[in-house]
Structure formats: C-alpha cells, structure tokens
C-alpha cells in the first residue's frame, strides 16, 4: 500500500516562501497526488493536484499564481512551492493519493472523497 511522508513544513513570514514534499514510501510507481489544508476550525480543503505524468495541475483559486505543484519522478516525490504566502494559508497540509492506478482525476482532483492514501501532514504557520 502507498504510503506518503510529508515533510517541509515550519514557520514562514508573510510574503515568504516554503517548499512542501510528498515522499512515496516503499513505493516505485510514479502516483498522481493533491495537496490539502486543514486550519483550526475549518473543513479540509483542496488545494493543488497533479497527474501521474505531472502534465495536468489544477489549483483552488485561493492559491493560484502564488503556489506551483510539480514532481520529480526520479525520486517519486510531488512538490508544492508556496510562495507570497499570507497568513490565511497557515493550516496543517496534506498530500493525498487516490486508491489504483489513477492517472489524472479531472475536475474531481480536489475532490477530497476521491482520495484513500493520506500522509501524516504538515505544519505551515504564517506569521510575522
């Protein structure tokens, strides 16, 4: 079974930048994957998704045109650069997977009932 390490995390002011990773444990198959957040009191929310072949992206438009979803398939790990963070992406941030081999979910890909493989997930706190 797939399993997903997140790491990357940390403390970031406004207007800074972080690089996210999502590692596939044990797992040589490239994945297609999405990023989630979760903040205090909130649902989860979709965030970026990528295909297996990294040629499709799709992003939530709270975030696009400031974070890149990208994968390096020599590692299987999927990436997420935040940059010109704000506070209000502060959250704890998942990478997901869904169950098979799926390529690409379309316009369901931040659909989080789509999705079976979760990591552990990961502190982004923006602050000044």
């Known amino acids: 079974q797939l399993q997903l390490v997140e790491s990357g995390g940390g403390l970031v002011q406004p207007g800074g930048s972080l690089r996210l990773s999502c590692a596939a444990s044990g797992f040589s198959r490239p994945f297609s994957a999405s990023w989630f ?9 979709g965030v970026s998704c990528i295909s297996t072949s990294g040629l499709d992206t799709n992003y939530a438009g709270s975030v696009k045109g400031r974070f890149t979803i990208s994968r390096h ?4 790990t999927v990436y997420l650069q935040m940059n010109s963070v704000k506070p209000e992406d502060t959250a704890v941030y998942y990478c997901a997977s869904p169950a098979g081999r799926i390529d690409w979910l379309g316009q369901y890909c931040l659909d989080v009932n789509r999705y079976y493989n979760w990591g552990q997930g990961t502190q982004v706190t923006v602050s000044s």
């Open 73 to 76: 398939s020599a590692n299987n």
């Open 37 to 45: 957040r979760q903040a205090p009191g909130k649902e989860l929310e």
